[in-house]
C-alpha cells in the first residue's frame, strides 16, 4: 500500500511540477506545441539531435497564420514571436517593457560578466550604454582605423610572406588571429601578433571562452542559463579563475599606468577612464557611416558615470568576448561565399582596384566606407549567416498583446517572461527575401534595399538593446576582405565543402570540418 501511495504521490508531484505548467500557454489562449512535441523540443535537442540552424528555423516556421506561439525550454517558458509588426512594437516602440536579457549569471559567482553590458540592468545598463557609445560613433572609428590598419598589415604579411603562390588555409583559424589582435589593440591597448605568436594568452582565452563544443563548457553553459540558483548554490563559472585574473590585472595594470604617465590611447579603456571623469561627448555631427547593418544609437550621453576599474574590466572582457567569434564567423562565411560565387568576388575585386587606384593604394575611412558594393556583400553575409540565429528579450512592466487577426484574442505577458526572436527564419523567409539561400548581394542595393521591410534585417538585433559594435565588427570585415582581396583569389581546394556541413549542436553555426578553402596569388602585371 505504501509503494502504491508513493507511486501516485509522484506521478501527481511530476504533473503538477512536470506536465502542467507545459500547457500554461493553451490555457491563456495562445497557441502552443503539444506535449511529445515539447517534451522533445527541450531534451532530445540537447542531445545534439539537430543542427542550431535547423532547430531555429522550424521554430520560425512553426504555426504558420500565427503572429506568436508558445514553447518551453526545460523549466522556462518562451513566446517565440514572429510577427515583423510586433516584433518592431515590441523591441522599439514598446522598448521599456523589454529592455533587458535575461539573468545568465550572479554577480556574486562570475562578476566579470555578470557587470558586463549584456547582463546589466535598468539605470546600470543606461549609464553604462550611454558611457560605452562614444567609443563606436563615427569619428572614434575614423580613429580606431588605423590601429585597423596596422594589424591588417601584420596578417597580410604573414599570407604574403610564404612561399606558395595557393595558400590552403582553414578561414575560421585566420580570421580568429586577426580580429583577436584588432580588439587586442583596440579594446586593451595591448599590441599582440597571433601570427607570429598564436600561443599569446589573448589567443588561447578566446578560443577557451567561445568553444562550446567541450562536454564541461556545455554543462557549465547550460546550468548558469537555465539554473542560475543551482549555479550560485554551487558556484558554477562561465569564465575561469584563470581568465578572470588575467584581463583583471591587464586592465588595471593599463589604468595604473595611464594615469601614472598621462598616456592617452585612443580606445575603449580610455573612453571609460574619461566617462568617469565626466568627460564624454554628448553628441556628434556624422558625415559618413559604416554601412547598411549599422544600428541607430537611441541614448544620449549620460554627464557623469560612477564607473569602477571592475566595470572597465567588465565592459573590455565583454568586447573581447563578443568580437572573437562573432566578427571572425561572419568574415569565415562571406570567404566561404566568396570562394563558390566567383561572379560575386570578381565584381567586388574591381571595385577595390578601383578605389585603391583612386587612393594611390592607401585606402582612406572616408573612401572605404563609401563602398557601396564591399558593403552590400557583407550585408548579404549577415543576412544569410547571422552569427546572433536568436535574441531574447525579458518583461519588465505588465504588457498586453492585442488582438490583430480573427483568432486572436489579448495576451497578457507576465514581468519575467521571456520573448525569443528567431532570426535565422526571418532572414531565410522567401517571402522577405525570395530565393534566401541564394547569396545575392542586390539585395542591398541602392535600387532594392528599400524593398526590406522593416525589422527583417536585423544581424545586431533590434531596439535600444541591440548591439553596440555593429559599426566596429563591419569596419574590421571591410579593411580584412579590402586588402586580402587586392592581394588573393579566394578558391576552392580539395578540403572545401561544398555545401558546408554543419554539426548537430545547439551552441554554433560553424561548419563540422572548418572553413577550408585557398588563398591564390594575384599576380601583378
Same mark, same amino acid.
Given at each position: 500500500? +505504501? ?40 531534451? +532530445?535537442?540537447?542531445? %545534439? ?18 503572429? /506568436? ?28 517593457? +523589454? ?29 553604462? *550604454? ?74 588561447? /582565452?578566446?578560443?577557451?571562452? %567561445? ?13 548558469? /542559463? ?16 584563470? $581568465? ?10 593599463? $589604468? ?38 549599422? @544600428? ?10 560612477? $564607473?569602477?576599474?571592475?566595470? $572597465? ?41 578601383? %578605389? ?39 518583461? #519588465? ?17 507576465? @514581468?519575467?517572461?521571456? &520573448?525569443?526572436?528567431?532570426? /535565422? ?42 548591439? &553596440? ?28 565543402? #561544398? ?15 572548418? +572553413?577550408?578553402?585557398?588563398?591564390? *596569388?594575384?599576380?601583378?602585371?
Amino acid at each position: 500500500m +505504501f509503494l502504491i501511495l508513493l507511486g501516485i504521490l509522484l506521478i501527481t508531484l511530476f504533473y503538477l511540477f512536470g506536465v502542467k505548467p507545459l500547457f500554461a500557454w493553451e490555457r491563456r489562449g495562445v497557441k502552443q506545441a503539444g506535449f511529445a512535441e515539447t517534451l522533445g523540443s527541450n531534451y +532530445f535537442s540537447l542531445l %545534439t539531435r539537430r543542427t542550431l540552424i535547423d532547430f531555429v528555423r522550424e521554430l520560425y516556421g512553426k504555426f504558420p497564420g500565427y503572429r /506568436y506561439y508558445g514553447m518551453y525550454q526545460l523549466n522556462r517558458s518562451l513566446l517565440i514571436v514572429k510577427d515583423l509588426d510586433l516584433l518592431k512594437q515590441m523591441t522599439v516602440k514598446d522598448f521599456e517593457h +523589454f529592455n533587458e536579457h535575461k539573468d545568465f549569471v550572479p554577480e556574486e559567482v562570475d562578476p566579470i560578466f555578470a557587470k558586463s553590458l549584456f547582463s546589466l540592468k535598468g539605470n546600470e545598463w543606461r549609464t553604462m *550604454r550611454s558611457a560605452l557609445s562614444p567609443a563606436f560613433t563615427s569619428s572614434k572609428m575614423k580613429v580606431l582605423y588605423l590601429l585597423m590598419l596596422e594589424n591588417t598589415e601584420k596578417c597580410m604579411n604573414f599570407l604574403l610572406n610564404k612561399k606558395e603562390n595557393l595558400l590552403e588555409i582553414e578561414m575560421k583559424d585566420l580570421t580568429s588571429k586577426f580580429c583577436n589582435d584588432v580588439i587586442a589593440s583596440c579594446a586593451f591597448g595591448t599590441e599582440v601578433d597571433s601570427f607570429k605568436n598564436p600561443d599569446n594568452e589573448f589567443f588561447v /582565452y578566446g578560443k577557451e571562452l %567561445t568553444d562550446f563544443r567541450k562536454i564541461p563548457r556545455m554543462i557549465s553553459f547550460f546550468i548558469s /542559463y537555465l539554473f542560475p540558483r543551482i549555479s550560485k548554490l554551487f558556484n558554477v563559472k562561465f569564465t575561469s579563475d584563470e $581568465i578572470y585574473d588575467f584581463f583583471t590585472k591587464l586592465i588595471e595594470d593599463t $589604468i595604473k599606468l595611464r594615469e601614472e604617465k598621462g598616456i592617452v590611447r585612443p580606445d575603449m579603456v580610455h573612453l571609460l577612464m574619461e566617462a568617469r571623469k565626466g568627460n564624454v561627448a554628448t553628441e556628434e555631427t556624422v558625415d559618413v557611416d559604416t554601412g547598411y547593418a549599422t @544600428v541607430e544609437e537611441h541614448l544620449k550621453a549620460s554627464d557623469t558615470c560612477a $564607473i569602477t576599474n571592475a566595470d $572597465i574590466v567588465s565592459q573590455a572582457f565583454l568586447f573581447f568576448f563578443a568580437g572573437f567569434d562573432s566578427v571572425s564567423t561572419l568574415m569565415s562565411f562571406m570567404a566561404y561565399e566568396l570562394c563558390i560565387n566567383e561572379d560575386v568576388q570578381n565584381k567586388l575585386r574591381d571595385e577595390i582596384e578601383e %578605389t585603391s587606384e583612386a587612393c594611390k593604394n592607401k585606402p582612406s575611412y572616408e573612401a572605404l566606407v563609401n563602398m557601396k558594393y564591399l558593403d552590400m556583400v557583407v550585408s548579404e553575409a549577415l543576412r544569410k549567416w547571422p552569427a546572433q540565429v536568436g535574441f531574447e528579450r525579458v518583461c #519588465i512592466k505588465p504588457y498586453t498583446i492585442k488582438p490583430v487577426l480573427p483568432h486572436e484574442k489579448p495576451v497578457d505577458v507576465d @514581468v519575467g517572461q521571456s &520573448i525569443f526572436v528567431p532570426v /535565422y527564419g526571418v532572414h531565410h523567409d522567401p517571402e522577405l527575401f525570395p530565393d534566401p539561400e541564394a547569396f545575392d548581394p542586390e539585395r542591398f542595393s541602392d535600387e532594392n534595399k528599400n524593398n526590406i521591410k522593416s525589422c527583417a534585417f536585423m544581424p545586431f538585433g533590434l531596439g535600444p538593446r541591440n548591439c &553596440i559594435g555593429s559599426r566596429f565588427a563591419l569596419l574590421e570585415t571591410k579593411i580584412l576582405f579590402f586588402f586580402l582581396l587586392k592581394h588573393f583569389k579566394i578558391v576552392p581546394v580539395e578540403k572545401t565543402e #561544398i555545401p558546408l556541413k554543419h554539426g548537430k549542436n545547439l551552441f554554433s553555426i560553424l561548419p563540422t570540418n572548418g +572553413f577550408w578553402m585557398g588563398l591564390e *596569388r594575384i599576380q601583378k602585371v
